[in-house]
Antibody, heavy 113, light 107 residues
Framework: EVQLQQSGPELQRPGASVKLSCKASGYTFTEYYMYWVKQRPKQSLEFIGRIDPEDGSTDYVEKFKNKATLTADTSSNTAYMQLSSLTSEDTATYFC??????WGQGVMVTVSS | DIMLTQSPATLSVTPGESISLSCRASQSISTNLHWYQQKPNESPRVLIRYASQTISGIPSRFSGSGSGTDFTLNINRVEPEDFSVYYCQQSNGWPRTFGSGTKLEIK
């Protein structure tokens, strides 16, 4: 059974950075892109980027290129997303997703002073 | 980037009605279009893949159609548990994008 287990909720100060994790199980981690998706409160979903865990190559949506950094650790089957220079605009739920069908449970990031 | 326009933004219906939700792409995406349901505080759940492919475990009252730029999600006889938000997503290259969603609410 495919599972994507994300890390717990975060409360961060403006200007800080945060690193979110997504531990994959039930499939071969290196065979599928891992996607990251942002959802602000009461808003739609938007892609942030994707990583190919096999070689670490990444693609980002333009607006997130200076905000998010995606990495993957094949020894632990875990994908990471670091968000830098946090502002209130980064307050959202962040999902990892594999393919079309499989999603993590989401992690709420709150940015507040 | 490919834009997806969903309509209507909100649909108010009575349980038992049959409905259609629309998703229109800004350029042709073949059948690389997927439908999701999202309930409050949950992850999106895929209902239909590649425009019309049904998925094991999803009730048969959900069906999809379309290709190119125009797509439809049909719900035959809406059940109480169907009241939620529906999104379309395209996977025709990178970046993938979502529509803005249709909220299905009880009349």
């Amino acid at each position: 059974e495919v599972q994507l287990q994300q890390s717990g909720p975060e409360l961060q100060r403006p200007g800080a950075s945060v690193k979110l994790s997504c531990k994959a199980s039930g499939y071969t981690f290196t065979e599928y892109y891992m996607y990251w998706v942002k959802q602000r409160p009461k808003q739609s979903l938007e892609f942030i980027g994707r990583i190919d865990p096999e070689d670490g190559s990444t693609d980002y949506v333009e607006k997130f290129k200076n905000k998010a950094t995606l990495t993957a650790d094949t020894s632990s089957n875990t994908a990471y997303m670091q968000l830098s220079s946090l502002t209130s605009e980064d307050t959202a739920t962040y999902f990892c997703a594999m393919g079309i069908d499989y999603w993590g449970q989401g992690v709420m990031v709150t940015v507040s002073s | 980037d490919i834009m997806l326009t969903q309509s209507p933004a909100t649909l108010s219906v009575t349980p038992g009605e049959s409905i259609s939700l629309s998703c229109r792409a800004s350029q042709s995406i073949s059948t690389n279009l997927h439908w999701y349901q999202q309930k409050p505080n949950e992850s999106p759940r895929v209902l239909i893949r590649y425009a019309s492919q049904t998925i094991s475990g999803i009730p048969s009252r959900f069906s999809g159609s379309g290709s190119g730029t125009d797509f439809t999600l049909n719900i035959n006889r809406v059940e109480p548990e169907d009241f939620s938000v529906y999104y379309c997503q395209q996977s025709n290259g990178w970046p993938r994008t979502f529509g803005s969603g249709t909220k299905l609410e009880i009349k």
